[in-house]
């Protein structure tokens, strides 16, 4: 399976707390909910064909508690991101958490990038990660991700905690698809090439 990520940005970089002041307010982060006045039908549309492609997801440990205290409770068969984040595994990478009530919900506790590495060799097309900022970052460093899809917000902030900090692996993607939401809201794809290349502005001696 590739290993795809999708993570909400300001136009500062920052992932923290998207959705609500109560996701994540350490670092007296009092910011919460940034993306919440940019959601419209364009911004749904991406996301429900986003996980529409979905066999699994990776989830940082706070992502997971967030979704585990929202989705099991969206019970209508016809909601289809509720429906497969129920119904498909999912993997939480953690040295806290000792149990897990959400279905289909497996504990990872060894190693991150042998875990995930692993989790890659299964039968399927997508290991999907949302939001689940740190372990995106962890996985970075480690030159994990194929895919990302980085959807920036028209909104600066800052301060908070940043996706693309010192130590992630150099990296170079090509953008796949790029659109703009009703909002304002920029969708980028990008696939993983390998190392990046590099070259120079410099006159030449024979210019």
Not at 54 to 60: K, N, S, T, V
Not at 101 to 117: C, H, I, P, R
């Amino acid at each position: 399976m590739k290993l795809v990520l999708t993570t909400f940005l300001t136009l500062d970089g920052v992932y923290q707390a998207p959705g609500g002041p109560e996701e994540d307010p350490s670092g007296e982060f009092e910011h919460g909910g940034w993306s919440v006045p940019y959601g419209d039908e364009d911004f749904g549309r991406f996301m429900t064909d986003v996980i529409g492609r979905a066999d699994a997801f990776l989830l940082g440990r706070r992502t997971y508690e967030i979704f585990a205290s929202y989705w099991p409770k969206v019970t209508d068969p016809d909601n289809p991101i509720a429906t497969r984040l129920n119904e498909l595994p999912k993997y939480v990478p953690t040295g806290t958490l000792t149990s897990a009530e959400w279905a289909n919900t497996k504990l990872l506790g060894g190693d991150l990038g042998k875990e995930v590495a692993a989790l890659k060799e299964q039968d399927g097309h997508e290991l999907q990660i949302h939001g689940s900022g740190a372990l995106a970052g962890a996985l970075l460093r480690l030159g994990l991700i194929d895919t990302m899809h980085l959807l920036t917000f028209p909104v600066a902030v800052g301060s908070g905690k940043r996706l693309f900090v010192p130590g992630v692996q150099p990296t170079a993607f090509t953008l796949t698809e790029s659109r703009t939401s009703g909002t304002g809201v920029v969708l980028n794809s990008y696939e993983r090439l390998g190392a990046p290349t590099y070259g120079t502005y410099e006159l030449s001696e024979n210019a």
